[in-house]
């Protein structure tokens, strides 16, 4: 590994520690006034970084690569490590950041700093999950970004940010019990809480000594990440607190938080750890297609923007499930560019909600109507992104939607597979529902004067909506790279 | 002559392989397509490049017939879809029929028409369908044949259309009939490709009626008898002849629509197929023949309109040919096709009378007009030579060709001949009937007309009146001429010609006819009027309900057709309706209570999503004890 590289990959555990540093150090006038900056910074960075790495792996023909940090690599007990997936949710992690941060400019008022050092957190913490090897180590990022989270929820320090912070605290304790707990029985089994190591003991787990607390440990572990991300039975906490985020907040929280947290953990146990156990696989499937169904009917008849948004992201978070929980490769990648794709319309639609509330101080649908006309490239970008969610081609969301689907059907799983696809009609009948409430028909009473947003918002939004069509549109060379590194 | 006209294209198209057949089906369309460029004021020049075209065909007809030989082969496509030409003896004499009819018809269309709209149209499609039929007959290919009969039938409703313009029921109704005809025609074309194993019709030979040929001849079969006007794709004609333009009754049902239809139930039967006599599929066809014969006739005899009554009979007499041809001997297949060229003189003859005495009067309802043969003595004549012709009179040229299809009927079978001979009785009662009613009597012309505007028809229009009833006599006297073309089509060392050999059969045709006039004299002594001549067989205790029926077309098999597919339309409609109610009215509502029931549990408490996760996992346990 060249030392430049190295330099680089300091940028995702370092720079956030560096930012918040600088943040606490600077006089506190001067730091309100760069702070959303040096935000903008470290998500750029984040972003460039992950390119960079992407592309002298890639030139050096490696699939992926060690490295410590804070810990010695001899010592054995910790390290990271980056390979193509991981780089993937770095860059969405730069991408939401980047666009959390954007939003904040006009959204977050006078809690900037605390903002910006909360979210600095945040990053740190779902920068460890991607690049931690070992249980133990994703358990503490867990808790460092869950943490940050509740805080940041309740960063207005009013009811309804605190009651949905106090939600999210509670269920997310429920599942830091569950994880530590199943985590321990899986160190009773394997002696190490390495992937590698617990991946190679599991390998043969109905013969180890003690498979049914094994079981256990499985159904704890997968229950512990189901409540972290939000998938139906354990979603209650999930639309509580995305709709009573600030808006810049549910930006970051709902483009990337929960999957990262949850959503990237079950990834990497099913594709790293749990690789070959079918009881994983069949209980995730059965997980997956119920949000997906429920989650998106749940959606229809909501009346608040980010609430729809919110059930959304439960239904969407099913498929990438669905895509892991086939136990192919296909399947797998299907999930991370679901993953990323999600990352995409979803922070599209949680940017043109701060844009609705800002322009009009509501995100009631039912108080809305008529903004196409007033706010063209909130509407606009909206439009591409449901289209996305609703899996349309050529936009990106039908190719990884379609992956899922095709995985499913190989594992023999028809009516699931079909079940999936139908759920599409729903994702765009409450699309539809959302779109013509706030943006079709003519400009309802008290918002003839609406204007666009300007500025970061606005930015964001055509930035996100740009890569989400050319995703779309330059996927199958996506496809051929996947085919040139022997995945499918 | 023909090698002069090959020689001709190749020097035109470079010697690309077009050849004179070529010029058959592309003459006149190209003509066709000038006679509507050609400014609307004038009628002289378009009459004339109508008329032009008309003749260039028959001249090439007649070179075709003189050589009788002759290919050609154009790849169009690849699955052997080419457009090829052949002509043999029977093809050419057929081409050589449509032409001398067209030109016929046409130089009376130009003296019909004039004065009237839309004529240009008419050229339009009265060349289009010349051009059709031209290449109908010389195809040399299966496909090529069915893409030139569906332009017939394209060319039929455009002329229908003409008439009836602001209402096409007409129209519609003969696309119908005429479509479902041709539908099975292409499902026989396919089954009989599939069963050849190719389209040309070179390896289309003989093929046995057994399994998939069962499919391949019955559903061509159809859709030749259905081109030519047989029960059940009938309903249409007697309805046209009300709105269309009397030429078109006189070239396409009465002329072209018989000699194709006919030409291709021969080449079906004969030549693709190899039928027997006394096998199903001749009882079948015979059973066609034989039921259009009688019912047709029936529905003929009491008709008060000239018109109408000449195209239940241009029905009629299309069930002796099928008859004929349905008995599969040569007698019956000879009689068959001189009976087809027969009809084709004297009906076309009629209607051209039917056309003067239209012209001049206005109408050709029965009831309005009579005694007409002293102001109209020439169409008279020529009335009454096709109509011994079609009564069956000898030595009309009907009597020798109805003669030979009895003869087959008495070999095939009792009931064919009765049929036959029934047929006869009510032909010749109708046609005294209606030769009483219009032209002898009492002078009586419908309300604002004067009997001496009445006059004779003008000479273009009498010119192929006359030419077609001379031809009646001529084909009936000497027999021989027509028969010398027919008989070679069928093999070697037939003869038929000159006096029918079976004495029997010539004197129960001639007590049949006397009996005709018996019933006449007889009806009329009742009633008084030669108009109501037949009533006592129309009134008749049963036949009068029967006829009441069929006049408010209940057994009309379009209108059957169109109160099924009512039906059939009523039904999908419902079901349609019930699909809409679960997609518009039960998902919905379904959904919308899952959704409100779901929105109903988020609540907001936490102890309520601690619950939850807490069955959640439970749930999973399960799951896990049952996986394991």
Known sequence: ?488 | MGAMFTDLANFITGGSGVNILYFMVVLPAVLAVLTVIIPRDSFIARSICFLAAALADLILAIALFIDKEGSMLLSWTDFEINLAFRVDDFSSAIVLALAIFAVLVGIYSVSFLRKKEKYGQFYCYYLLTLAMANGAVLADNLVVLLFFWEGLMVTLFGMLVIGDRQKPATAMKALVLNGIADLLLMLGVAATAAQAGTFMMAGVSQLPIEGLGILGFVCMMAGAVGKAGSMPFHSWIPDAAEVAPLPFMAILPAAFEKILGIYLLVRITFDFYQMVPGSVMSIVVMAIGAITIVLAVCMALIQKDIKRLLSYHAISQVGYMILGIGTALPVGIIGGLFHMINHVMYKCCLFLTAGSVEKQTGTTDLRKISGLGKLMPITTVCFLVAAFSISGVPPFNGFFSKELVFDAAWESGMVFYIAAVLGAFLTAASFLKLGHAAYFGPLHLPEGVKAEDVKEAPGAMLLPMGILALGCLVFGLFNRLPLSVIQPIIGEGYDFSGWPHSITLVAISCVVLLLAVGNHIFGYRRTGEGLKAVDHIHYAPVLRSIYNCAEKRYFDPYDIIMVLIKGFAWVCFGIDRAINWVYDVLMVNFIGGLSSGMRLLNNGSVDRYMVWSFVGIGFIALLCLFFV
């Open chain 1, 1 to 488: 590994m060249s030392a430049g590289l190295e330099f680089v990959l300091l940028v995702f555990m370092g720079l956030p520690l560096l930012i918040v540093l600088i943040n606490n150090l600077l006089k506190r006038e001067i730091a309100q006034k760069i702070c959303l900056s040096l935000g903008l910074i470290a998500g750029i960075g984040q972003m460039v970084a992950a390119i960079v790495v992407f592309v002298s792996l890639n030139a050096a023909g490696q699939a992926s690569v060690d490295f410590s940090q804070f810990w010695n690599l001899t010592a054995g007990a910790s390290r990271f490590s980056v390979d193509f997936f991981s780089l993937l949710a770095l860059f969405c992690i730069g991408m939401v950041v980047t666009a959390g941060f954007l939003t904040a400019g006009k959204t977050i008022g006078d809690k900037r700093f605390n903002f910006t050092n909360l979210a600095m957190i945040i990053l740190l913490g779902m920068n460890g999950i991607a690049l931690v090897t070992d249980l133990f180590s994703l358990y503490v990022f867990l808790e460092i970004t869950g943490v940050a989270s509740f805080v940041m929820i309740a960063l207005n320090k009013e009811g309804n940010g605190i009651e949905g912070g106090f939600k999210y605290l509670v269920m997310s304790a429920i599942a830091t019990a569950f994880i530590l707990g199943g985590l321990a029985f899986i160190f009773m089994q394997s002696g190490s809480l390495l992937y590698s190591d617990v991946a190679s003991a599991l390998s043969d787990w109905q013969n180890v000594d003690q498979p049914a607390l094994l079981i256990v440990a499985f159904a704890l572990v997968l229950v512990g990440f189901s409540i972290k991300s939000g998938i139906m039975p354990f979603h209650g906490w999930l639309p509580d607190a995305y709709q009573s985020a600030p808006a810049a907040v549910s930006v970051i929280l709902g483009g990337i938080v929960t999957k990262m947290a949850g959503v990237y953990a079950i990834l990497r146990l099913t594709g790293d750890i749990f690789v070959g156990v079918n009881l994983v696989n069949q209980i995730l499937m059965l997980l997956a297609i119920v949000s997906i169904v429920l989650g998106a009917v749940a959606a229809i008849t909501q009346t608040d923007f980010k609430r729809i948004l919110a059930y959304s992201s439960i239904s969407q978070i099913g498929y990438i499930l669905l895509g892991a929980s086939c136990g192919s490769a296909i399947g797998l990648i299907g999930a991370m560019l679901h993953f990323f794709n999600h990352a995409t319309f979803k922070t599209t639609l949680f940017v043109n909600s701060a844009a609705v509330e800002t322009a009009t101080g509501t995100t009631e649908i039912e108080k809305l109507g008529g903004l196409q006309e007033k706010m063209p490239v909130t509407g606009v970008s909206s439009i591409l992104a449901f289209l996305s969610t609703a899996g349309i081609p050529p936009l990106a969301g039908f190719w990884s939607k379609l992956l899922i689907i095709l995985a499913v059907w190989q594992t023999g799983n028809f009516f699931i597979a079909g079940l999936a696809l139908f759920a599409s009609i729903f994702t765009a009948a409450y699309f539809l529902r959302l779109q013509r409430c706030v943006f079709f028909g003519s400009a309802v009473e008290g918002l003839e004067n609406t204007k666009e947003v300007t500025g970061g918002i606005c930015l964001s939004s055509v930035v996100l909506s740009v890569i989400t069509v050319g995703f779309g549109l330059l996927f199958p060379l996506v496809l051929l790279f996947v085919q040139s590194q022997g995945l499918i």
